[in-house]
């Protein structure tokens, strides 16, 4: 059974840092497109975050380039976003996905949840001004 389980979530002060992660179970996903979401209340969901792990490549959302860093340890079979200088607009639950197999170089199309075949429960993360 497939399942990917997020953690690292909380509260913080704006210009703070947290560490999220995303350890998946179950299956042997190979080269895919591994991504962090986030979803506020009343808003949709929307991916921030993406990395293709057939040759590492990443593209990041514009509102959190150069502040988050997606990476992946596969021997821990663990998916990771830094997050720093947080601010509170980035207040959200935050989930990882993953698409198995190859669509495309990535792109603005790879920050779309409908691309995503497996997802987590989710991570809250509260930022305060």
């Known amino acids: 059974q497939v399942q990917l389980v997020e953690s690292g979530g909380g509260s913080v002060q704006a210009g703070g840092s947290l560490r999220l992660s995303c350890q998946y179970f179950?299956?042997?996903?190979?080269?895919?497109?591994w991504g962090w979401f986030r979803q506020a209340p009343g808003k949709e969901r929307a991916g921030v975050a993406v990395?293709?792990?057939?040759?590492?490549?990443?593209y990041y959302a514009d509102s959190v380039k150069g502040r988050f860093t997606i990476s992946k340890d596969n021997a821990k079979n663990n998916l990771y976003l830094q997050m720093d200088s947080l601010k509170p607009e980035d207040t959200a639950m935050y989930y990882c996905?993953?698409?198995?197999?190859?669509?495309?170089?990535?792109?603005?199309?790879?920050?779309?949840?409908?691309?995503?075949?497996?997802w987590g429960q989710g991570t809250q993360v509260t930022v305060s001004s």
């Open positions: 996905a993953v698409h198995v197999g190859y669509i495309g170089t990535l792109g603005s199309w790879s920050l779309s949840p409908k691309e995503y075949h497996y």
């Open positions: 990395a293709y792990t057939g040759i590492w490549n990443t």
């Open positions: 179950g299956y042997d996903f190979g080269s895919g497109y």
